[in-house]
């Protein structure tokens, strides 16, 4: 059994441009769609299993007035039927018909234990559940879709209902986070947003009448060719104007300038009601401007406009604080409305980092007997000869890493590491440096200040060297370096940083990958999943095998290139750790004493895997090269390359 959840979607900027996009398969003048959609607090939770058979139940008592359990054989016939009949189950009836259709799959059981999403409010309570169905079938049939793969599913099943919902309705699809998403022709994009500071909607059901169809009848008229100047501006305020004010809104939202957003909601709405609105009678909406207009609610608001299809159906506000959030709510809830509070968080930035150096080296014997292999030298692109920590740490400050903490061996290693980052050299010693060298200096004392240090006295395995970092890393994202691995970007971003940048946008468990050649698997741990972008640097993985053999990996691990040729990933050497994963490594650790197993190897693979398995993870394929140095061979490489 899996447990669900699928939240209802918010569109904040750009509404009705999913279905105005879409006519550049006729009319290339057209601009794309540009909308800015996040999920909602508010959704739908569920228990999902497989069955001969398509059920779903409820145990909800949010819906139960309206739900009488429903079940039908997986014939595609019979399931076209319901999902045409209008019936409360229709939707989910369309998205079965297609899944049984094209990916011949059996059936599903679905159990909706929890429903706080309101149903038609413009909150897309419909595409949460195609979506929920969709991804019960992807997991429990383990068809391998990626997030995009199951929001189109959604969205095709849908229409075989009489119900004409625009794309941006499964937007839902990508959780609890703003993306923008583009539309052209048939073609869809979703990018994450970044926000720098916490922002504080409300959104509310007007309880009021709004007739979507009638709105989207009436503006449809215009299109794929104006044929007026008001048929223009509407092509306008939906297409060139409207990237005027995403752009906008994705500038404030990445600064953290909540009151200009707030502005731009309000300047959105006018734009609406001069362009829009005068398209179709059904946009009249006394209830909405009544409501943005109140005297009451401005001391809350930094600005506010419609939702989805506009008309009465629902309003958002941008509010002051998380204060006026909440006085906010209870006045409309006082006023006959239904609001909800939405807070959309920004995803903890990486501020700490973590290089393992506990290993003694035994690859690169004799000369560890006296020299750590992080101090190796190794000669520089720009003339200089830096160890290998160095090289590293320098990688992590140019990233923004505030902290980074080093995992040793014991406390007596620790008198190389202050000799070289804690204390100034001789004054004789520094008098024969030149001026730019005498001012390194400085930097790499900079550099010491940040370092802190743990022990690893029980050599158990290095998920155990990485979890001594545990009270360093408290509760925050930490990232994650070999230290026998150096890396080149080969940007100007170092691969950290765009480590870091990846992580913000996703925040989830992220290991950085690259392809091996097939004879090679064997020799790592391979990734597989399915690409979540077009330009297939982000997987979201699905399978982690430990050095599989080639022809198993051929068969099952393999991921498709641009050119639809398979590829297979191994990990580059950097990863952002979360939370959970010291949670696993904990309850790894206690598991093996527990059992009186001391000498237990605690693996940090295993414990990735367990956190994958429950919350997911994703590979990113970062623009750079990885310089291997941990035994003689590489090390040959690692200093004639890099």
């Known amino acids: 059994m899996i447990k669900l959840f699928v939240p209802g979607r918010l569109c904040l900027f750009g509404e009705h441009t999913d279905w105005a996009g879409h006519y550049r398969t006729m009319n290339a003048d057209i601009m794309p769609g540009a909308s800015i959609v996040t999920g909602i607090e508010q959704g739908v939770y569920a228990e999902v299993e497989k069955s001969p058979i398509f059920e779903m139940y409820s145990d909800a008592p949010e819906i139960n007035q309206v739900w009488n359990d429903f079940s039908c054989r997986m014939n595609e016939a019979e399931l076209k039927s319901v999902a045409k009949s209008g019936s409360f189950f229709c939707y989910c009836a369309g998205v079965a018909s297609y899944m049984l259709e094209w990916y011949k799959v059996g059936g599903v059981r679905i159990r909706i234990t929890k429903m706080t999403l309101p149903m038609k409010s413009g909150l897309s309570s419909s595409a949460a559940i195609c979506v929920l169905v969709a991804r019960a079938f992807n997991l429990l049939y383990k068809l391998n879709l990626n997030t995009l793969g199951e929001m189109n599913i959604a969205y095709l099943g849908e229409l075989r209902t009489s119900s004409r919902c625009g794309r941006l309705d499964q937007a839902c699809a990508f959780g609890v986070k703003p993306n923008l998403m583009t539309f052209d022709g048939d073609e869809i994009e979703v990018k994450a947003l970044n926000v720098k500071k916490p922002l504080y909607w409300v959104f509310a059901d007007l309880c009021a009448k ?11 008229k215009s299109y794929p060719f104006a044929s007026n100047e008001a048929e223009e501006n509407l092509h306008k305020a939906l297409g060139e104007w409207n990237h005027e004010i995403v752009n906008k809104a994705i500038k404030y939202m990445a600064e953290g300038d909540a009151e ?8 959105a709405e006018e734009q609406f009601d001069k362009y829009v609105a005068p398209m179709s009678p059904a946009l009249w909406a006394p209830k909405l401007h009544e409501v943005l207009k109140d005297s009451h609610v401005q001391p809350f608001v930094y600005g506010g406009k419609g939702v989805g299809s506009h008309g009465d159906g629902s309003v ?9 959030q909440q006085q906010l709510t209870d006045y409309l809830n006082k006023k006959g409305m239904r609001a909800y509070p939405l807070t959309i968080h920004p995803v903890h930035t990486v501020r700490k980092a973590i290089i393992p150096v506990a290993g003694f080296g035994t690859r690169l014997y004799p000369a560890t007997r006296t020299l750590r292999k992080d101090f190796f030298p190794i000669p520089c692109a720009d003339g200089m ?13 140019k990233s923004g890493i505030e902290e980074i903490c080093l995992v040793l061996g014991s406390k007596e290693e620790r008198a190389q590491y202050a000799e070289f980052f804690e204390r100034q050299l001789s004054e004789e010693h520094l008098r024969k440096l030149p001026a ?11 550099i010491g200040k940040r370092l802190r240090y743990v022990y690893q006295e029980e ?9 001594q970092a545990v009270d360093f890393v408290g509760n925050e994202p930490v990232l994650l370096l070999l230290g026998d691995t150096l890396y080149r970007s080969t940007t100007n971003k170092p691969c950290a940083l765009q480590m870091i940048e990846e992580y913000e946008r996703y925040d989830q468990l992220l290991v950085s990958i690259h392809s091996v050649p097939l004879d090679k698997v064997s020799h790592y741990g391979i990734l597989s999943g399915v690409w979540e972008d077009k330009e297939r640097t982000i997987l979201n993985v699905s399978v982690m095998n430990e050095k599989p053999k080639a022809s198993y990996a051929e068969e099952f691990l393999g991921v498709r290139n641009n050119e639809g040729k398979k590829e297979y990933y191994s990990v580059f050497g950097q990863y952002i750790l979360t939370p959970d994963v010291f949670a696993q490594l904990d309850a790894d650790i206690q598991k093996a004493d527990a059992e009186g197993d001391m000498t237990r190897e605690i693996e940090l693979t295993a414990a990735l895997e367990a956190v994958r398995q429950k919350s997911g993870m994703m590979g990113v394929r970062l623009n750079g090269e990885m310089f291997d140095m941990g035994n003689p061979k590489a090390l040959r490489e690692c200093v004639s390359n890099f």
Request: glycine share 4%; hydrophobic share 45%; charged share 30%.
């Open 210 to 220: 709004k007739d979507t169809i009638r709105i989207l009848s009436d503006l449809n």
């Open 436 to 446: 730019e060298a005498q001012e390194y200096e400085n930097h790499i004392l900079d």
């Open 316 to 324: 958002q506000f941008l509010a002051r604080s998380e204060e006026a």
């Open 260 to 267: 200009s957003l707030g502005r731009l909601m309000t300047e």
């Open 459 to 467: 050599k158990r395995g290095f998920g155990h060297a990485v979890y």
């Open 385 to 397: 000869v830096r160890p290998v920590i160095l090289i590293l740490l320098e990688e992590l400050v």
